[in-house]
């Protein structure tokens, strides 16, 4: 616990003591980190747990459907130029996973947290959090999640009246719509590459007007707020005008986005734009993704992609034609088991780059490219698709489980 001002319950110290016991003996038998179980298990000896260990935090919680690991892990880098952080920097970002993680961080100032979307009015509730970040919201786990509107309604009644600094994107009307209940939002204009979850306005059903940049309900009045922050090319522009270069050994105009994002978070905390971007370029991989592994005497870049606007993002990461890609597809409970989102995303994008599909749902994913007339293969698995492909390095692109599979398979 951070501070000695409001030492913990003997109930939730044996709370947190148990939880720590059960995660060790997951761990020592093979089972993954051991987080999520021995959260739960702490929680069910003292419910109020999650409360009583964000207390003496300066809680940061990060919220969306695409980036929220990344961009809690870049929050965290940030915000540790002002004082030690505990983060859920594995991703377990429901109650159980979240409670894991600061019953780790005896010491730390600031709690940077990654949250389910569905969770996260609950856990606001909690933690009492002094900033909230909210990215993007789009569909995803189409057989359990709420449809995006909804989801949007409940960060909007989560949310309303919160004391927390809010720091959304203005560029994504469903996020506009959550975070206009709160009395305190630092606009952020992060961009929006898929734009398919937000063509009716979430206040009144009407259709989105989309001129540029900007869009607004021309039914209701609905619009796109003046940012504060934005991102402009490679560089962040803060609320004082000034161009900060964002320098990130992470691909891609999506990680940019997390950093201005970031960069308007670490300054509710005091942390000014050039300490925090420059303490941004520490994180190279994000729990594997982005890496470039060795793999059979090939060069792997594995890159994660659980939905369509995610999958639309990594495209324009890839390196150009003939560059071999490998396709994986699972539809397994943390992915959710529908795939019809993946009649959604645009594979015409691929024309040109030799294609090699593995995977659960590889036959799935096989119907879908070739609909789109693409050249591809079905393989076996990864061994095989790799002894297949042509030289060059070749891109990896997983779904969720999918990625988790190939991360064991390279030993990565």
Same mark, same amino acid.
């Given at each position: /616990?951070?501070?000695? $001002? =409001?030492? !913990?319950?003997?109930?939730?110290?044996?709370?947190?003591?148990?939880?720590?016991? +059960?995660?060790?003996?997951?761990?020592?038998?093979?089972? &993954?980190?051991?987080?999520?179980?021995?959260?739960?298990?702490?929680?069910?000896? =003292?419910?109020?747990?999650?409360?009583?260990?964000?207390?003496?935090?300066? *809680?940061?919680?990060?919220?969306?459907?695409?980036?929220?690991?990344?961009?809690?892990?870049?929050?965290?880098?940030? !915000?540790?130029?002002?004082?030690?952080? +505990? $983060?859920?920097? !594995?991703?377990?970002? /429901?109650?159980?996973?979240?409670? $894991?993680? %600061?019953?780790? &961080?005896?010491?730390?100032?600031?709690? *940077?947290?990654?949250?389910?979307?569905?969770? !996260?009015?609950? *856990?606001?509730? =909690?933690?009492?959090?002094?900033?909230?970040?909210? %990215?993007?919201? $789009?569909r995803d786990q189409l057989d359990r999640a709420a449809e995006t509107r909804m989801l949007a309604e409940n960060w909007r009644e989560g949310l309303a009246g919160s004391k927390a600094v809010i720091v959304a994107n203005c560029d994504d009307p469903l996020v506009v719509w959550a975070a206009s209940s709160s009395p305190n939002v630092v606009w952020v204009a992060a961009g929006q590459m898929w734009k398919d979850d937000a063509w009716s306005c979430p206040s009144c059903g009407g259709v989105m007007q989309r001129p540029g940049d900007d869009w607004f309900c021309g039914e209701c009045g609905f619009r796109r707020p003046t940012p504060t922050w934005a991102l402009s090319g490679d560089h962040v522009l803060d609320p004082h005008g000034s161009a900060w270069p964002i320098h990130l050994q992470l691909p891609g105009r999506a990680n940019k986005a997390n950093a201005a994002s970031s960069a308007a978070v670490a300054a509710v905390f005091g942390v000014p734009p050039q300490v925090a971007l420059e303490r941004m370029y520490q994180v190279q991989a994000v729990a594997g993704r982005y890496d470039v592994v060795q793999f059979q005497n090939r060069d792997l870049r594995l890159l994660l992609a659980k939905n369509p606007a995610g999958w639309l993002e990594t495209f324009s990461l890839i390196d150009p034609p003939p560059a071999p890609v490998i396709l994986s597809v699972n539809a397994r409970g943390a992915d959710g088991t529908d795939t019809s989102w993946l009649w959604d995303v645009d594979y015409t994008r691929l024309t040109g780059h030799p294609i090699f599909v593995i995977g659960d749902r590889k036959l799935d994913l096989a119907v879908r490219l070739e609909v789109a007339n693409q050249h591809f293969q079905v393989c076996d698995n990864l061994d095989q698709a790799v002894q297949m492909c042509p030289p060059g390095r070749i891109e990896v692109i997983a779904n969720y489980t999918a990625f988790q599979d190939l991360r064991r398979r390279v030993g990565n």
């Open positions: /616990m951070a501070g000695n $001002s =409001d030492p !913990l319950t003997p109930r939730a110290k044996l709370a947190v003591t148990a939880g720590k016991a +059960v995660a060790a003996a997951s761990r020592a038998a093979g089972r &993954g980190s051991g987080s999520v179980i021995g959260g739960r298990v702490a929680l069910k000896l =003292d419910p109020d747990l999650l409360a009583r260990l964000a207390q003496n935090l300066d *809680v940061v919680l990060v919220s969306a459907t695409n980036g929220k690991t990344t961009t809690t892990r870049l929050i965290a880098e940030a !915000l540790r130029a002002a004082g030690p952080v +505990v $983060s859920n920097a !594995l991703g377990a970002n /429901m109650p159980a996973g979240i409670t $894991s993680a %600061l019953a780790g &961080g005896s010491d730390a100032k600031f709690g *940077v947290i990654e949250v389910d979307e569905k969770y !996260l009015a609950g *856990v606001a509730r =909690d933690t009492d959090p002094k900033c909230i970040a909210l %990215l993007n919201l $789009s």
